[in-house]
C-alpha cells in the first residue's frame, strides 16, 4: 500500500506562491526552468503523460478563486500589443469549436486568441496517457462519449464530419467486442464489509433483462437480509402498479415531483434497507444520490421499480427528450475514442493550426504526439494559450473588447474586435462585471456537477480475468463503479488482447452529501474536491481494489504503474431538475445573452451536459456576434 508510483504532476517540481500583495498566485520556478519562455514552448512539454492531479489541476484555479474573493485584487496589466479579431476565453470543445465557426465565416486569415486556465486544451475533454512496459495506454480524463439524448443537429454534425468523424462506420470497424467474451467476462457487484457487513463480490446475470429466478439467485448470494432480498428482487423484476387509478401523463406529473430515493421508499414501501444498494446508482449521469433526483428521470433511463406503472415514452424528461433507448427516439450515435472527447479537440486544435497535431487522419491522430510549441506563436492566424487565466473582459469605448489575464503571476491584457467567453458560467459575472444583475443571477444560479474520473495503469489484468469481470459496481465503495477500458484498435493504438498485457481501469466518484438538494449536493462535493489531497485518492484507490480484486490475485503495488486522479469541481453542465428548478425551466436565454461584442458559449448555456450541445452554442455565438 505504501509503494510509491511514480507521478509526474503540473508544477513539475515548481513551488506555487503569490504575487506580493494581491492574493494571485504565481509560479516561482527553480533554476532549471526559465520562467521567460512560457512553459508550453519548453522542450518536452506534453501535458497528457502528466499524472497524479489531474482535471482542475493545481495551477488552474488559483487565479480564479483570487478574483472571485477579491475583484479589486487584479494588478495593473502589462498591455501585450496584440489586436485579435475573436479572443476566446476556454480551450473546451466548445472555445475550440467557436474559434472554427469565426474563421469559417470571418476567413482563414481572421487572427484568433484562445486564452486557457489549464496546463492543456480540450476543457473537460482531456487526455490521460501512460506508458507501461512499452506499451501505449489512453483514458480518458474528462467527457467520455459522442452520445447525446438527442439527434446531432446539423451544425454539430456537419463539424463532425468537417473532423472526418463519422461514428457508426468507426463504432463498426474499431471495437472489439471479442475479447472480454473470450473470457467470458460479465459485471459484478462489490458488496464492501463497512456497509454491508461483509465482503463479496457477486457476479451479475447477463442479459439487458435477466429472469425473475436468475436475479433472485444473484441476490441470493449477496450479504443482505431476506427482507432487502425481497424488495429488491420485486423492484428489479416485479410488475405491480404503485400509482393506480392515475393517467399515464399524471403519474409522470406524480413522478416529476418526488425523488426516486421517495418512490422507493413511500410509494414502492421498500424496506429502507435497500438504500445502500441504490443510492449511488444516479453517481454516473447526475453526480449524486438517488434522493435527489426525480423518479421520472430515473424511469427515463431505464432504472427499475416502473414496470407495472405502463409508462408511455412519448413525455419529456432531460433535456427536452423522450426517455430511454437513443434509437428509440431518434438519438445520436454512440461512440467513444481511447480518451473520450479528447480526440475531437486534437482535431480541432489540427483544424486550427497547421502542424500542432501531426497526420491527416482521424486514425493517425490517436497516437501522435501534439505539438505544443506550435500552439501559440507569431506565425499562426490562430493561437491556443495555455495556463491563462483570463480574469476581465470588457467592451471597450470606442468598439470592440478587452481582455485581461493572468500568467505566471502578471497581468497581461490583449485587445480584439468580439471575445466569446466559452468558459464556465459562475465565473462569468467576475470576469464581466458590467453584466446586468438579472444576467449573473442567472449564471449564478447554473451549478455545474462536482465529479472525478480516475484513471489507472495497470501491468495486466489478470485479477479481472480470475473474477470474470471487467466492469464492477461498488454501492458503498470510495469510487461507484470501475472498469477495464474498451478494447479498440484505431489507427496505431491497440488495445490488450491478452490479461498479461497492460490496460487501463476507469473509475467513478461523485463526492455528493445524501439527503440535500441536487445543488447543494454539489456545492458540498465542491468543496470536499478541492480539499482533498492526491495522497487521500491514491490510498482510496489502492484500498479499493485490493478489497474488491483481491481474492483474483490483485496486488496494488506490484500491479499499479500509475494514477491520474482527474478532480472536476465544476463537472457536468446543469441540467433541469423537476425537484429543485422552476416550472418554467433554467434561465438559459437570460444567462447566456450578448453584451456588445462579447458572446457566451459553453455546453452551461445550453442546459447539458453533452458535446453536441457545447458545438451548438459556439456557432449560435458566433452568428450572435457577426450578425450584430
Known amino acids: 500500500m505504501g509503494r510509491l508510483i511514480e507521478r509526474r504532476d503540473f508544477l513539475q517540481g515548481a513551488a506555487l506562491t503569490f504575487a506580493a500583495g494581491t492574493g494571485i498566485p504565481a509560479l516561482a520556478f527553480g533554476a532549471d526552468l526559465d520562467a521567460a519562455i512560457a512553459a508550453q514552448n519548453q522542450p518536452g512539454y506534453y501535458p497528457p503523460t502528466r499524472s497524479g492531479m489531474r ?339 470588457i467592451n471597450s469605448k470606442g468598439g470592440g473588447v478587452k481582455v485581461t489575464y493572468l500568467r505566471d503571476g502578471e497581468a497581461y491584457s490583449v485587445r480584439g474586435k468580439h471575445s466569446v467567453l466559452a468558459c464556465w458560467n459562475m465565473m462569468i459575472p467576475f470576469i464581466c462585471p458590467e453584466l446586468p444583475e438579472p444576467q449573473k443571477n442567472a449564471l449564478h444560479y447554473l451549478v455545474k456537477t462536482p465529479l472525478v474520473y480516475t484513471s489507472v495503469a495497470l501491468t495486466n489484468w489478470r485479477a479481472f480475468a480470475n473474477l470474470g469481470v471487467s466492469r464492477i459496481r461498488s454501492p458503498g465503495g470510495y469510487h461507484s463503479s470501475f472498469s477495464l477500458d474498451t478494447v479498440m484498435d484505431i489507427g496505431d493504438y491497440h488495445s490488450a488482447k491478452s490479461p498479461d498485457e497492460p490496460v487501463m481501469v476507469h473509475m467513478t466518484r461523485a463526492p455528493a452529501q445524501p439527503g440535500l438538494s441536487e445543488r447543494e449536493q454539489h456545492k458540498a462535493g465542491r468543496a470536499e474536491l478541492l480539499t482533498t489531497p492526491f495522497s487521500t485518492f491514491e490510498r482510496n484507490i489502492r484500498r479499493q481494489m485490493n478489497q474488491t480484486l483481491g481474492s483474483g490475485g490483485f496486488d496494488a503495488a506490484r500491479d499499479i504503474a500509475g494514477i491520474a486522479v482527474n478532480r472536476w469541481p465544476h463537472g457536468y453542465a446543469p441540467e433541469y431538475n423537476s425537484l429543485v428548478d422552476p416550472d418554467e425551466g433554467l434561465p438559459l436565454l437570460t444567462a447566456r445573452a450578448r453584451a456588445g461584442a462579447i458572446a457566451i458559449a459553453n455546453a452551461d448555456s445550453g442546459g447539458g451536459a453533452y458535446t453536441d450541445v457545447a458545438i451548438d452554442q459556439a456557432h449560435r455565438a458566433v452568428t450572435e456576434l457577426l450578425s450584430a
Not at 463532425?160 to 475479447?179: C, F, K, N, S, W
Not at 418512490?263 to 424496506?271: E, F, I, Q, R, S
Request: proline content about 5%; some cysteine.
Open 55 to 393: 482535471g482542475s489541476h493545481p495551477g488552474s484555479f488559483e487565479g480564479a478563486h483570487a478574483l472571485r474573493d477579491n475583484p479589486k485584487a487584479i494588478a495593473d496589466a502589462d498591455d501585450t500589443g496584440e489586436h485579435y479579431d475573436l479572443i476566446v476565453v476556454g480551450g473546451g470543445i466548445s472555445g475550440l469549436a467557436a474559434a472554427h465557426f469565426y474563421r469559417k465565416a470571418a476567413g482563414p486569415n481572421a487572427k484568433i486568441l484562445i486564452l486557457d486556465n489549464h496546463d492543456d486544451f480540450g476543457g473537460h475533454a482531456k487526455r490521460n496517457e501512460f506508458h507501461v512496459n512499452g506499451k501505449l495506454l489512453i483514458m480518458n480524463g474528462g467527457t467520455a462519449g459522442i452520445s447525446s439524448p438527442t439527434p446531432y443537429s446539423a451544425v454539430a454534425d456537419g463539424l463532425l464530419q468537417r473532423l472526418g468523424i463519422h461514428p457508426l462506420e468507426l463504432a463498426e470497424r474499431t471495437y472489439d467486442q471479442d475479447v472480454y467474451r473470450k473470457y467470458k467476462l460479465g459485471s459484478g457487484v462489490f458488496f464492501d464489509q463497512e456497509t454491508f457487513g461483509a465482503d463479496k463480490l457477486v457476479l451479475q446475470p447477463g442479459g439487458r433483462q435477466p429472469s425473475v429466478e436468475e436475479t433472485a439467485a444473484f441476490l441470493a448470494q449477496a450479504p443482505l437480509s431476506e427482507a432487502v432480498r425481497r424488495d429488491i428482487l420485486a423492484i428489479e423484476t416485479g410488475n405491480t402498479d404503485y400509482l393506480p387509478g392515475l393517467s399515464d401523463m399524471a403519474k409522470k406529473d406524480r413522478l416529476s415531483r418526488m425523488s426516486y430515493a421517495d418512490y422507493l421508499l413511500n410509494v414502492v414501501k421498500a424496506d429502507p434497507a435497500v438504500m445502500p444498494y441504490y443510492l449511488h446508482h444516479t453517481d454516473g449521469l447526475w453526480g449524486c444520490g438517488i434522493d435527489a433526483v426525480s423518479a421520472l428521470d430515473c424511469w427515463g433511463v431505464g432504472f427499475p421499480g416502473f414496470n407495472g406503472l405502463n409508462l408511455q415514452r412519448t413525455a419529456t424528461s432531460r433535456m427536452g427528450y423522450t426517455p430511454g433507448k437513443d434509437l428509440e427516439t431518434g438519438g445520436s450515435y454512440r461512440y467513444a475514442f481511447p480518451d473520450g472527447n479528447a480526440t475531437i479537440a486534437r482535431l480541432l486544435v489540427r483544424d486550427l493550426i497547421r502542424g500542432a497535431v501531426p497526420g491527416t487522419t482521424v486514425e493517425d491522430s490517436i497516437a501522435a504526439r501534439v505539438n505544443y510549441a506550435k500552439l501559440d506563436n507569431n506565425g499562426n492566424a490562430v493561437n491556443i494559450r495555455l495556463s491563462s487565466t483570463a480574469v476581465r473582459a
